[in-house]
Nanobody
Framework: QVQLVESGGGLVQPGGSLSLSCVASESIVRLTAMGWYRQAPGKQREFVAVITGGGTTNYADADSVKGRFTISRDNAKNTVYLQMNSLKAEDTAVYYC?????????WGQGTQVTVSS
């Protein structure tokens, strides 16, 4: 059982930046992938970004987050990050971290990101 704890959310003005962290309870080196998802009020949870065990990254559709968000990992700290720049009001959501090990999925409790002036 992998436990995930997200942090770094908060209130930020449009155009601002936030960096989210997701700390795993065990080594992330053995995990298949780790990713970020988000869920806005009244909407379904959606994919944001993923980084595989080999370091390959993938992002949601270009118009949504690619070019503004960057996913990275620090294996020594068992942590995955999501750097979010040029934030927009539509980025407001609860952001969740997900770890995948073979066919198993583990989710964190989420961290709220609110983009508002």
């Amino acid at each position: 059982q992998v436990q995930l704890v997200e942090s770094g959310g908060g209130l930020v003005q449009p155009g601002g930046s936030l960096s989210l962290s997701c700390v795993a309870s065990e080594s992330i080196v053995r995990l298949t992938a780790m990713g970020w998802y988000r869920q806005a009020p009244g909407k379904q949870r959606e994919f944001v970004a993923v980084i595989t065990g080999g370091g390959t990254t993938n992002y949601a559709d270009a118009d949504s987050v690619k070019g503004r968000f960057t996913i990275s990992r620090d294996n020594a700290k068992n942590t995955v990050y999501l750097q979010m720049n040029s934030l927009k009001a539509e980025d407001t959501a609860v952001y969740y971290c997900k770890a995948t090990f073979l066919t198993r999925e583990y989710w964190g409790q989420g961290t709220q990101v609110t983009v508002s002036s």
